[in-house]
């Protein structure tokens, strides 16, 4: 049974990226190193923030100091030098085609569009790899994509993102011990 050993949270570095809904993957990470009292320090060699949790086994996580488009060189920095397999790999990303407030997990699947899916993909050379997807809504027309996900939620919709993150924090155990199905009927139950 495959355990996630590194949870990545997708975003854009930078003040003025923070408060988008491009950068859920970093709120997501944000929340549970807060809540493991976890600090990401900054490596060079990975090109991103990392943090070892040590509690039953070791697991990492990583926010990405790459802009999005290039989140899989950081990726792949990690994974290759500890030795960690697609499969124990999740990404945690904003996903346009759920609406605010759900969340979606998922193994494998194409990149439905995401540069930082598509870069991570390419950089590791599989699609095998557990998504956590955060429902951000879609702006209804595809012209109007990079401005919507690069602005911050409107108050409600950043108070329903909130609420998904935390109903998936409460899987974190589960998908920590590979515990994929029973992780999948809590989180798409809430």
Not at 60 to 77: D, Q, W
Not at 111 to 119: F, P, T
Not at 152 to 169: G, R, V
Request: proline letters at 4%; hydrophobic letters at 35%.
């Amino acid at each position: 049974m495959n355990k996630i050993k590194l949870f990545a949270g997708l975003g854009n570095p930078g003040e003025k990226y923070q408060n988008t809904r491009h950068n859920c993957g970093f709120w997501w990470i944000d929340f549970v190193t807060n809540n493991h009292r976890l600090s990401l320090k900054y490596n060079a060699k990975f090109n991103g923030y990392i943090a070892k949790y040590t509690d039953d086994g070791n697991c990492f996580f990583l926010k990405p100091s790459t802009f999005m488009n290039e989140s899989g060189r950081s990726l792949a920095a990690v994974a290759n030098f500890y030795k960690i397999r697609p499969e124990e790999i999740l990404v945690i990303h904003d996903e346009l085609d759920i609406e605010p407030g759900k969340i979606k997990l998922k193994l494998g699947g194409g990149d439905g569009g995401h540069n930082g899916l598509k870069s991570i993909t390419e950089s590791i050379k599989s699609k095998n790899f557990w998504r956590i997807r955060i429902g951000i809504g879609h702006p209804g027309n595809k012209n109007l994509v990079s401005n919507f996900v690069l602005k911050p939620p409107f108050k409600k919709e950043n108070e329903l993102i909130e609420d998904s993150i935390l109903n998936s924090y409460k899987i974190f155990s589960l998908l920590k011990s590979g515990q994929f199905e029973k992780a999948m009927l809590n989180l798409h139950s809430a």
